[in-house]
């Protein structure tokens, strides 16, 4: 569909001046006059009721946490990786605080789409201003909008596709089956994606945790692009009309294990981890980035050890040592995002003496402030 430039050109003019690449974006440069400056110190100085209040207590919180031996398994659903939240996670784990992240599939790939695509991404500061006939336009260009970013499509999917392609088809002949994530780990161990020169591989914390080997949990990764592409990929219906687009040689679906793997290696993982390194819970929005990996000690307690009374289970099985949540959703209509600390305890997941904060807000704007004050930056 042509370049990302290209696309650009094709607009209209009045459309065009609304968007802006990240090479003008002479205002958001990290070497900026504030980049050495004790942040954290003014933060808690500052910040001091409310929401600020909360917000920096959490950030204290997880230091001292850190400080005790304790460690950080951090969740993210929306699309942080779109919006650079790989850049404080990147250094979360480099410092060694980041014993586990679980994300959407989306999530995942974004991180590796900004690796390769950095300088062609472009973002629409005036975004709730873009007409209907505006997004129809973008749509017929090729622009694929998330919030305020666009996503360079064919700089960074299209790149990358055929590189899994090629993954998926060995696995397929050798007979082998992995975790949707190994197969993304493979393209940095095999070095065939190259990091955008805007960027560094730093700040990709899907090449932290490749590199850190951290482990990471995608359940659902169906939900983003390249399982919607690996899902045509392995399609073998019947469907009237849908067989005659299906591809003529499919993929067998199983080179991917089922989410149910990811749970079977979390349960594995929580116990041996959790006995001896205090885990805090740290969510970044809601959905099934954090609601999977957090049932794993309900799961553990209620399921394996079903038949053990509750003291038993209960000394067993730790709970997360602590929960800090991000999120703008309401605690109404069993929403899970929205449901707080308090309603955890009930379900096994959280200890009575857990810490528990709820910071009600954009995480894209208030995980960076918790990053500051747990590396004291």
């Known amino acids: 569909m042509g370049s990302f430039k290209e696309k650009l050109a094709s607009l209209s003019p009045s459309l065009r001046a609304k968007i802006r690449l990240g090479e003008e974006e002479q205002t958001h440069s990290r070497a900026g006059l504030m980049s050495h400056m004790p942040v954290s110190a003014w933060l808690v100085d500052t910040m001091r009721h409310c929401g600020g209040q909360t917000v920096v207590e959490a950030g204290l919180w997880l230091r001292e946490h850190c400080a005790r031996g304790g460690k950080v398994?951090?969740?993210?659903?929306?699309?942080?990786?779109?919006?650079?939240?790989?850049?404080?996670?990147?250094?979360?784990?480099?410092?060694?605080h980041i014993a586990g992240i679980c994300v959407t599939g989306a999530n995942l790939e974004e991180s590796l789409y900004r690796f390769v695509a950095n300088g062609c991404y472009a973002h629409i500061p005036d975004y709730t201003e873009l007409t209907r006939s505006?997004?129809?336009?973008?749509?017929?260009?090729?622009?694929?909008?998330?919030?305020?970013?666009?996503?360079?499509?064919?700089?960074?999917?299209?790149?990358?596709?055929?590189?899994?392609?090629?993954?998926?088809?060995?696995?397929?002949?050798?007979?082998?089956?992995?975790?949707w994530h190994e197969y993304f780990f493979e393209l940095f161990c095999r070095n065939v994606v190259s990091c955008d020169p805007t960027t560094s591989s730093n700040d990709c914390w899907l090449h932290e945790a490749w590199r850190c080997a951290i482990p990471v949990f995608v359940p659902g990764f169906e939900d983003s692009t390249m399982g919607n592409i690996f899902a045509w990929e392995t399609y073998q219906g019947n469907h009237p009309f849908l067989k005659r687009f299906k591809p003529e040689n499919p993929i067998r679906a199983d080179v991917v294990l089922p989410s149910v793997a990811y749970m079977h290696w979390l349960a594995e993982w929580y116990l041996d981890t959790a006995k001896k390194t205090p885990l805090a819970f740290v969510q970044l929005g809601g959905g099934i980035a954090g609601d999977f990996p957090i049932c794993v000690v309900p799961h553990l307690k209620k399921d394996y050890l079903a038949n053990c009374e509750v003291s038993v289970q209960d000394q067993e099985i730790p709970p997360w040592a602590g929960f800090i949540e991000i999120h703008t959703s309401p605690m109404s209509a069993g929403s899970y995002s929205g449901a707080g600390g308090k309603e955890k305890i009930t379900w096994s997941k959280l200890g009575e003496e857990a810490y528990i904060a709820q910071v009600w807000g954009d995480y894209t704007a208030l995980f960076p402030i918790i990053t500051a004050i747990l590396l004291e930056r």
């Open 134 to 179: 505006e997004e129809k336009e973008l749509d017929r260009a090729g622009f694929r909008r998330i919030t305020d970013t666009f996503l360079p499509e064919d700089e960074s999917v299209r790149i990358i596709l055929p590189q899994l392609e090629k993954l998926w088809r060995e696995a397929e002949a050798e007979g082998e089956q992995r975790l």
């Open 73 to 96: 398994f951090l969740t993210m659903a929306g699309a942080g990786s779109s919006f650079e939240l790989g850049v404080p996670i990147g250094r979360l784990m480099r410092s060694g």
